[in-house]
DNA sequence: CAGTGGTCTAGACCACTCC
DNA sequence: GAGTGGTCTAGACCACTGG
């Protein structure tokens, strides 16, 4: 696993540099010198061995712990993972940004906007002093024309201040989000769900064709003030790369 | 937004902690003091304004780079991300993981083995000296008894010492993949597709039920020597959190 | 060529956790 | 209490890049 490549840049490997810690401390897990659940030796005594200051050594596991490949702990030391599991990290889709990237011309179009009470989902997911009523906006975003997205947005009343529904006809929801409140946080989930009434009209689809779901909850303060489902037809990807 | 927290460590915070930094330099950007597209100060002006070594802010705006919030560039300075376009990680479902975290019992089925032709997919991720045929492997993994994803495991003959058939009736693929090379890079892709044939009966649901479906394709030093698609029925969700 | 980030070092102290 | 990782510092040099 080549492990983020910092920011791009790539350049003679000094020989102590931290990358060659991370390669060399990868050779051993990866032939089996290291097995999984094992310690490997202390920063101090690789440190050593390698010619090094500890604090380089330090860099390398840390970026091989955020990687998931091996487990840190105080005292105890730096052990093999036992699973492999990894993590990897994935840009957050910003649709206008998708629509784009692919050279197509981007559209937004207002489809709904009312005060309604909450889905469960919503409810769920907005938890804080759960008002009556909450705000939902639904809109599509087109490339070229075509249907890409279709998504409802639902919006907490009385943490936000709302401006009138005509004002979604020119705005997205999350691009007025963005610049009214600085969201601190994100919760993502993808799923998949046959498409269904106003949504299947929107995207141009039958009823019950798999669409691609993504719910974004947005926090400020941890505190939820939006809850978004987002809806893609069929041949969309998610694209995860190392 | 909350990064990391570096494995989970909450400790008090020092005066002059990189969090601290961050935090300072988050505040900042979200209050609008320093605009998207703006240039923030340099790693040795803000390490003045704060009183600390340039090492401990050149760690907090790392962090805030690795967060997608700042774009970083020798020589130009730092600057607030046009988009919010946040970076996520994920953890990647290793399917018996996931089953017995739910407490669920996790057996595994082999329900298809055999060499043949690759499909248009297949062969675009194995792309490297594609032979005629590959091994195919198909099997699903229950949690309680009950279907809880099905997969079909491509897997490259040439490049990989592949044990009989019968072998996976006992070991899933992966993990026979996971113990006998050193995968150092996955590729994944998440998108939807309709049940149908094999897959449809082995989760138990109707042709055209809409499946969460993961692509995986790994690779050992750069080359790719498996490509597996995952299949979950509807109702799984994969998750994912700051 | 000069400015900015990227990294390394050597030493120090602290925080967490097992014994 | 003692061992291990987590972090900070001050200084240094390097690498990339815009002018």
Redo the contacts with the bound molecule.
Sequence with gaps: MTVGN??G????A?V?????IREHVLERIQSGEWAPGDLIP???ELAQQM??????V??A??EL?GSGIVQ???????RVAATPMRRMTMRLPVIRDEIEAMQATYAYELTGCERRAPTARAAAALCKGMPEELMMIQSRHLADGQPHCCEAVWLHPELLELPECTHFRMEAPHDWLNRSRAVTQTRFAILTEGASGTCAVNLGVDDGTPLLTIERTSLVDGVAVSFARQFYPPGHRLVFDD
Tied chains: 1, 2.
């Design positions: 910092e920011g840049i790539r350049t003679r000094r102590h540099s931290w990358q060659s202390t920063e101090q010619g090094c200051a500890r604090a380089t330090n860099r596991l840390r712990a840190r702990r105080r005292k105890v030391g730096t």
